[in-house]
């Protein structure tokens, strides 16, 4: 086998490989050989079919079949002789498949990149801390109350935290645009759900009225089309509710399945819980911190074909939580890939720096913090020690579960090699997303 490598452009390769004639063509005629035994053609008894007319029933599709898997297994083999990691499949182009000749083809694809890790030593991080204030459990009390309120129409002008029920039409210079109309759509004012000023707009607003509300997308919506672009909705209310929330007793307590019957246990049980999502977000925000800084060390030519893997993955995520929806529209048109390609670039390069930290640190996932993870999510379900046994004994769980500790190793052995400022936040500030740099 003959193999010639060439760099055509940043990380694209271009692997010419030949292979003898004899190669393929042996194959062939073996596998034609064993087909005379096993081939059932009417006027021939099974196994005693000329092997003339086998190979003239059956000779190109098998010779098709041998130069598929020649070809496959000829080009892992050259990628390894060469020392080459490709990143994403190969286009394989045959330039000779006749019989008798030489066989050639032609295969491009990308390599994954070198990777010279920065020293991160001087780097400065900030370890956050948070208190939980009485006023933080009435708030977070008061956000489970709402959860369960019930709705019931209200005639009146409807008012910051009401419901409203509408069917509204946006258009953008006079024509309607995608994505931007709906019929019965339900709404709590306030909630921000909808683009700056749409909400504020149905404040005052009663069953029946109809509003034309001029606004202006913003510069940085996930639509490309759409940022910064000044549209009109025509929205139509037809109906407005209010909520009325439980009291606080032995019924409310039981439906977040707490068995206390006092209201003192029941905060302690909210505040618990309010401590686990303050540690898991403060634990985000530090890990945030070292990715945004590996990604700001670390120039890291990206391979095309990994980061349309991380765009088509995030448009998946997000297409399920449109259910059904989803089969009825142009997914692409709707969500181009455009739209998640800053955040595939980002975890692209996340995972090549964090591959090549792994490994020259020659770092192992720790049992102990692959259990914690592991009791942790089971944790939340009613039967835990079910979901931990379900973990264990499925290789592709526990791989991710693997990978998120290693991921943790990594952020810690960084950590310890920087510098650590102490600060303190509030409970609010401790459990809001961060955005990523």
Known sequence: MQVSVETTNGLER??????????????????????????????FRKGKVPFKVVKQRYGEGVRQEVLGDTINKSFYEAVTSEKLRPAGQ??????SMEEGKDIQFVATFEVYPEIELADLGESEFTRYDADIEESDIDKMIET???????????????????????SYEGKRDGEVFEGGSAEGQWLVLGSNSMIP??????????????????????????????KGADVVFSVKVEQVQEQTLPEINDEFFTKFGVESKDEASFREEVKGNMEREKTRALRGKLKEQVMDTLIKANDVQLPSALVQNEIDALRNQTMQQYGAIAEKIDVKALMPDEMFKEQAERRTALGLIISEFVKAESLKADKDRVREIVEETASTYEDPEEVINYYYSNEQLLANVEAAALEDQVVDTII????????????????????AA
């Not at 190969?90 to 330039?95: A, F, N």
């Not at 709402?146 to 009146?156: H, I, M, N, V």
């Not at 400022?421 to 961060?434: F, L, Q």
Request: aromatic fraction near 4%; hydrophobic fraction near 30%; proline fraction near 5%.
């Open 197 to 226: 000023g749409f909400e504020d707009g149905l404040v005052g607003a009663k069953s029946g009225d109809e509003k034309e509300l001029q606004l202006t997308f913003p510069e940085d919506y996930h639509v490309e089309s759409l």
């Open 416 to 435: 310890e090699r920087g510098k650590v400022v102490e600060s303190k936040i509030s409970y609010d500030e401790a459990i809001k997303p961060t955005e």
């Open 14 to 43: 271009r692997l010419t490989v030949g292979i003898p004639a004899d190669t393929v063509d042996s194959e062939v005629q073996k596998r034609l050989q064993q087909a005379t035994k096993t081939v059932r053609i009417n006027g």
């Open 144 to 166: 489970l109350r709402k959860s369960q309120g019930e709705w019931s129409d209200l005639d009146a002008a409807a008012a910051t935290d009401n419901r409203v029920k509408i």
């Open 90 to 95: 190969p286009s394989i182009e045959p330039t």
